[in-house]
């Protein structure tokens, strides 16, 4: 049983789209996580939220959205996709007490922007 | 401005063989270090996280030393097998509780 799943796992898509990716997590954790891992391979934050509010929302253009229904899930939409936005995109969850805690990632979501 | 570099980038050794991978920050200033593996289309795995406070942690044929005051971390792995190939990333968190990671290293086993 997967304990972070996201879908789609591969988006292909065309600029100035709007796509959503989802993200569930079965582990019970309060705190869930957007990254963006771009072509050198680095991971970068851009949300985090603890029980369905917002805690971390780094430098991310307001074209992406987050929104979290409930504290198992938390969706990401973004709005008017750039070719920049091409990356694969990690979900994450963990314990409450943020990024001190050990986290759990998802499969991940290649995004390409043609 | 906390910065995590690892090296090598790649790396390829014949299977049963020890080897390290290495990770360095440049603030020493952290609450604590993790390894991760990442395989394709599969996401990371968490191996290991060392608290500010320890020296190294073990799991398995892992293990993870941790020495903050140089600022950095070693990941051994004994008796590689093909199924290590992965890229392992390390990341710490920072004083402003930011978790801040490295590019990896690709490490490639060969039977």
């Known amino acids: 049983d997967t304990a972070v799943s996201q879908t789609p796992k591969y988006l292909v898509t065309q600029m100035g789209n709007d796509k959503s990716i989802k993200c569930e997590q079965n582990?019970?954790?309060?705190?869930m996580y957007w990254y963006k891992q771009d072509s050198k391979k680095f991971l970068k934050i851009m949300f985090s939220?603890?029980?369905?509010?917002?805690?971390i929302n780094e430098t991310v253009p307001n074209r992406f959205s987050p929104k979290s229904p409930d504290k198992a899930h938390l969706n990401l939409h973004i709005n008017s996709l750039e070719l920049g936005d091409s990356a694969v995109y990690f979900c994450?969850?963990?314990?409450?007490?943020?990024?001190?805690?050990?986290?759990?990632f998802g499969p991940g979501t290649r995004l390409t922007v043609l | 401005k906390q910065e995590v570099t690892q090296i090598p980038a790649a790396l390829s050794v014949p299977e049963g063989e020890n080897l390290v991978l290495n990770c360095s920050f440049t603030d020493s200033a952290i609450y604590n270090l993790q390894w991760f593996r990442q395989d394709p289309g599969k996401g990371l795995t968490s191996l290991l996280l060392?608290?500010?406070s320890q020296r190294e942690q073990t799991s398995g044929r892992l293990n993870a030393s941790l020495d903050k005051s140089s600022g950095r971390s070693t990941l051994y792995i004994a008796a590689s097998q093909p199924g290590d190939s992965a890229t392992y990333l390390c990341?710490?968190?920072?004083?402003?509780?930011?978790?801040?990671w490295g590019a990896g290293t690709k490490l490639i086993i060969k039977p």
């Open positions: 060392i608290q500010s």
């Open positions: 582990l019970g954790h309060d705190t």
């Open positions: 990341a710490v968190v920072d004083s402003n509780y930011q978790l801040i």
């Open positions: 994450a969850c963990g314990a409450s007490g943020g990024v001190l805690n050990e986290q759990f």
């Open positions: 939220y603890n029980n369905k509010e917002l805690i």
